[in-house]
């Protein structure tokens, strides 16, 4: 099976063409088989599998399968991965694609060298999430941005509890499908985040889902205007941006798209 790792900021990934090679999408979806394959050490190791399809209504359809197995409906970071290598590959064309995913069509192209993509709108947003804050934790808010997340405001950021804190906010009773758990903070010039990631289950270098929910969050607390840049974990910066429109906010993200290597498995 050929396959590409590519990195979205950090956020890596192995990508599938089941278009070009239809006999591996089957396989590559297996939850045993993305387990295997995103495991340091023993497989390529990635957050997660991003697979091409094909598409009726779209130049190509992308499922994504977090590193445990279970499918997502939406990686911002895998969209960004997706429109380069997609272009890369003849399957859609740099100034404009479509495709789809289970949170719904996403637009995008490459624009000033970078991918960007244009998601569906936030939905549930809530500037409180309605649960108990630490001490440290300035405020807490929610936001759907294809996926579900939850956004903390923090000065400390640095010292997060991600590892303690991140697994209980994760599965909170409150949540019916859980979420990503993100925190937030100023710092000089802009802001920076870092994620507790479900389906991967740790801290990643970057979300891109989690990006837009921390811009929008930040929106609705009054921090920030109609766009934002954050620093993410790996030292590379996502940008967001929204356009109103009948009082929905519709966001585009753009960052990196990076191909690190392309190859062939064998023994996996």
Known sequence: MKFWKMSGSGNDFV?????GHPQDAAVAADPDFVRTV????????????????PSEDADFALSYFNRDGSEGELCGNASLCAVRLSTELGIARQ?????STLAGAIHG???????????QPVQALRADAGIDRLPEEQAMGFANT????LVIRTEALADAPLATRGPELRYHRSLEAGANVNWVARRPGGWAMRTYERGV????????????ACAALLRAWGE???ATALLTKSGQQLDVRFRDEDGLWYPTLAGEGRI????QLREI
């Open 260 to 263: 690190v290597f392309e190859g």
């Open 224 to 226: 920030v205007g109609e």
């Open 95 to 99: 100034s404009g694609l479509r495709f």
């Open 109 to 119: 192209r490459i624009r000033g060298g970078r991918p960007e993509v244009d998601l």
């Open 15 to 19: 990508f599938v063409d089941g278009i």
């Open 38 to 53: 995103c495991a340091p050490h023993t497989g390529v190791g990635a957050d997660g599998v991003a697979i091409f399809r």
């Open 146 to 149: 294809g996926v579900p997340h």
């Open 201 to 212: 289950e740790a801290e990643t270098l970057a979300c891109g889902t989690g990006a837009v």
